[in-house]
């Protein structure tokens, strides 16, 4: 025997499948102004103006390590070329002149505290901090002339300064790069490593036109700038993210599965 609905369920039927159509039409249309927003936000976001060189620059990884490494050769240059010429033109002997060297030790010896820095952490504060006070111990060589007990001392913590700031730097830029942004950050931190050296030459050149405690001064005002530019905390987020990570990323983002027809 056949069955027959009664013609009042259908009728409640109807009302039901109606109801579930509108809420698919709508499901579809909330998604189709969600993609018409998504593509309208893409296109301001490709139409706006590229950010300020500067503002880049400061957050390029590679342009802080040229300025540090920069900073890093920089005392040395001072050590070797400021000083000897300086005492020499004043008439000291080239025995004590000679005998200055022996303090340049510090750099070789650095190993011994170099620990501590690293235990410590906040390389930049170390990099700040000692760059400020080799430009005061500068200062104190503009203030006053003539060679003796005080000129080993300040030459000694000079070079006790330099050898810290060495360490923080090095110890900042293990940290701030990755493991495929090492070969290019060495050339960059060489050459910049000279580029430091001969600018103390530059200092050098212009003793002739400034005088000795001209070029001290302007030597300090050299380690001043390298202690106020502090490198940027955002610098290691700035780099551009690595295909593994960009899709790590990409896989976290939530997919929109297809309506039902």
């Not at 296109?43 to 300020?52: K, L, M, Q």
């Not at 070797?80 to 002997?93: A, I, S």
């Not at 000694?156 to 290019?184: C, H, K, M, Q």
């Not at 050339?187 to 001209?214: C, E, H, K, N, Q």
Request: glycine fraction near 6%; charged fraction near 20%.
């Amino acid at each position: 025997l056949r069955v027959r609905r009664p013609r009042d369920a259908r009728r409640l039927a109807a009302p039901q499948h109606v109801a579930r159509g509108e809420q698919q039409v709508e499901a579809v249309e909330r998604c189709r102004h969600a993609d018409e927003a998504a593509e309208r936000a893409e296109e301001v976001t490709a139409s706006a103006p590229p950010a300020a060189p500067r503002a880049s620059l400061l957050r390029s990884k590679f342009f802080w390590v040229a300025f540090l490494y920069f900073s890093e050769g920089f005392p040395l240059g001072v050590f070797y070329e400021l000083f000897p010429v300086d005492f020499r033109q004043q008439g000291v002997d080239l025995r004590s002149i000679g005998m200055l060297s022996l303090l340049g030790l510090a750099w070789t010896l650095k190993f011994l505290w170099a620990p501590a820095v690293d235990h410590y952490r906040h390389h930049r504060v170390w990099m700040a901090a000692v760059n400020l006070a080799m430009g005061g111990v500068l200062l104190f060589f503009a203030a006053l002339a003539g060679f003796g007990p005080w000129v080993w001392a300040a030459i000694g913590v000079f070079t006790v300064l330099s050898a810290t700031n060495d360490i923080a730097i090095d110890g900042y830029t293990i940290e701030l790069l990755e493991r495929d942004e090492l070969g290019l950050a060495n050339g960059v931190r060489i050459a910049f490593y000279r580029v430091g050296m001969l600018a103390s030459g530059f200092v050098l050149v212009l003793s002739d036109w400034i005088t000795w405690p001209g070029a001290f001064a302007c030597a300090a005002a050299i380690f001043a700038a390298c202690g106020w530019q502090r490198p940027s905390s955002t610098a290691s987020s700035a780099s551009s993210i690595s295909p593994t990570a960009a899709s790590r990323a990409a896989s976290k983002r939530p997919t929109r599965t297809a309506l039902p027809p």
